[in-house]
Nanobody
Framework: VQLVESGGGLVQAGGSLRLSCAAS????????MSWYRQAPGKQRELVAL????????NYADSVKGRFTISRDNADGTINLRMNSLKPEDTAVYYC?????????WGQGTQVTVSS
């Protein structure tokens, strides 16, 4: 499974960004798609996840009500819509795919929120 993220960038506080994660390879083996982030000097943390079989997405408390994870059924792309961004959302955001073949990661995309 290969994952490629896109959509990061620099935005002012209160602004919005949309991240996308394109998966290729043995995508039928994937059961959970997630977005993680890692800020400088901090551990990588789960931001949001979506289960392939359906069900309600899950979010970190820090992003509930501001971020939305979704799947584009046309091509399987996983999107993360981020609204009302805060400086503390600044981090490298990683797409992750978990399935029977293992846990896979994208290369990451930088999100910087200026105050």
């Amino acid at each position: 499974v290969q994952l490629v993220e896109s959509g990061g960038g620099l935005v002012q506080a209160g602004g919005s960004l949309r991240l996308s994660c394109a998966a290729s390879g043995s995508t039928n083996s994937i059961s959970v798609m997630s977005w993680y982030r890692q800020a400088p000097g901090k551990q990588r943390e789960l931001v949001a996840l979506i289960i392939s079989g359906g069900g309600r997405p899950n979010y970190a408390d820090s992003v509930k009500g501001r971020f939305t994870i979704s799947r584009d059924n046309a091509d399987g792309t996983i999107n993360l819509r981020m609204n009302s961004l805060k400086p503390e959302d600044t981090a490298v955001y990683y797409c992750s795919a978990l399935g029977v073949l293992g846990n896979y990661w994208g290369q990451g995309t930088q999100v910087t929120v200026s105050s």
